[in-house]
Every structure is written in structure tokens, then in C-alpha cells.
């Protein structure tokens, strides 16, 4: 599972593969191997939290996000409280083989976003993960978070699906809505619109799948009738839903 949301617990239950399952040494589990984290945000990290009574939980993380799930949020103590967590350190470039002939490799993501726990100077803060598929040789990148995508271009290379960070339509969205004041970029998401958008960068890319994920309910792309919904649709790109499925 990449990262653990606040709604975890609904997710589990709308995926029936993940459905708890009697356990031959009592009880009853969750069939999850591992969390692979792309950062220490609480977005992608409380969800952690519900998953506390197993017997043990393998988390992927940095060092750099470990130590702010440790230090600055203590959500890592107050987790190994209840259970085992086993650490598994991500090392950018580093191939690291997963079940079901799967592995990952990720990659840093740089961000000028301001930590709200620790010192924030950390390279690791953000990563992105390259899944591999060993059998048909495919790849998947997860992207939720990025600032520039300029940064990590080379990443792309190759991969047979994108799903890339789609939080914001303009860059200003929530100023415009009074709802923050702080720009997408600031939060550390580069906006779809726009000349140095994520939509004019990407559209150019030979990728057979791109997908807008992590999407704030603001982004009017999550209304199906909506104008900036139908402009990336001309673009061939899609939007995620609850319950997408994609085979490699």
C-alpha cells in the first residue's frame, strides 16, 4: 500500500483482497505486506494508526521521514506502542523486490515547502516510486507530490503509467476561495493549468496512461461535466476514482 490516509479504514473495506482474514495462529489480519510512504505528511501518514492491531506492521519510509514521524509528530511511538513496526529504509535508486514478482525504486522529489515538524532540510523529505512489474517488464510511477516536475523528468522515462499529482487546478486556487493563503506551489504541489503547469508539461510525453491523483475537492476536474475536466480529456488524460483498478 503507498501511504495510509485518514480513510484507510473504508479503503480496506471497498477492496475485498484486502478483507481481514482468519489468521492460523488466531485472530483475524489484513493480507498487507508493507506501507511504502512518499512522505511525513498526516494526509498520507494517520492511517497508520489503524492499523496498530496487527501483529506487525512493515513500514518503507526515508530516514528522513521516519525521523520526522518519530520526532516531530511521534505518530511512529505512538504506533510501536500498540505494535511491532519493522523499518525498512527507502534509498533513492536503490531496487527493492515486493511480493508477486514486484519491486519498487524510488527516487527524491526536491521541495521548498516549509516543515511543519522538524528542520525540513532533509533531502528524502519527498520521494516518488518507480513499480516494476519483473514479469512483463512494465512500470508504474507514483507521484502525489511534486513541486517541479521539471525535477524529476528522467523518472518518467520509460513507464507505462504516470499517476502524478493532481491537487490543484491554479496555482491560487485556495486564495481564490478564501479556504487558505497559501499558493499550490507553496504547499508543494505543482497546479495542472497554466504554461508551467503539470498539463502542458506532460501532455508531450509518450506515456500510455497518465492519471490525476491526489486530487483536493476543490480541482474542479472531479466534476465529470466541468470544463477543465473535458480540457484534459482532450489531452488523453484521466482523472482516479474509488475504485480503479490497473493491470500491468
Same mark, same amino acid.
Given at each position: ?24 495462529? %488466531?485472530?483475524? *489480519? ?47 511511538? *505512538? ?41 525540513? *532540510?532533509?533531502? %528524502?523529505?519527498?520521494? %516518488? ?48 476561495? %478564501? ?28 506515456? $500510455? ?28 488524460? $484521466? ?5 480503479? $483498478?490497473?493491470?500491468?
Amino acid at each position: 500500500m503507498f501511504n495510509a490516509s485518514p480513510d484507510l479504514r473504508t479503503q480496506l473495506e471497498s477492496f475485498p483482497p484486502l478483507h481481514p482474514s482468519a489468521n492460523p495462529r %488466531g485472530g483475524r *489480519t489484513v493480507p498487507l505486506q508493507a506501507v511504502l510512504l512518499t512522505d511525513a505528511e498526516l494526509d498520507h501518514t494517520l492511517g497508520l494508526l489503524l492499523l496498530r492491531e496487527g501483529r506487525g506492521l512493515e513500514l518503507h519510509a526515508t530516514e528522513a521521514v521516519r525521523d520526522t514521524l518519530d520526532d516531530g509528530t511521534s505518530l511512529l511511538r *505512538t504506533l510501536q506502542a500498540y505494535c511491532p513496526v519493522q523499518w525498512r529504509p527507502v534509498i533513492p535508486e536503490a531496487d527493492v523486490p515486493l511480493a508477486d514478482g514486484l519491486s519498487y525504486r524510488a527516487f527524491d522529489v526536491p521541495t521548498t515547502k516549509l516543515a511543519r515538524f522538524g528542520p525540513g *532540510t532533509d533531502k %528524502g523529505r519527498v520521494v %516518488g516510486y518507480r513499480l516494476t512489474d519483473q514479469g512483463s517488464g512494465q512500470t508504474l510511477v507514483y507521484l502525489p507530490s511534486v513541486q517541479d516536475l521539471a525535477a524529476v523528468r528522467e523518472q518518467l522515462d520509460d513507464c507505462a503509467c504516470l499517476l502524478v499529482d493532481g491537487t490543484c487546478w491554479r496555482d491560487d486556487e485556495l486564495i481564490r476561495l %478564501g479556504l487558505a493563503g497559501k499558493t499550490a506551489r507553496d504547499m508543494g504541489h505543482q497546479p495542472i493549468d497554466g504554461p508551467d503547469g503539470s498539463l502542458a508539461q506532460l501532455a508531450r510525453l509518450p506515456i $500510455e496512461r497518465m492519471i490525476y491523483t491526489h486530487i483536493n475537492n476543490t480541482n474542479p476536474i472531479l466534476l465529470e461535466d466541468s470544463a477543465e475536466r473535458l480540457i484534459l480529456e482532450r489531452h488523453g488524460m $484521466e482523472v482516479a476514482m474509488d475504485g480503479l $483498478e490497473l493491470r500491468m
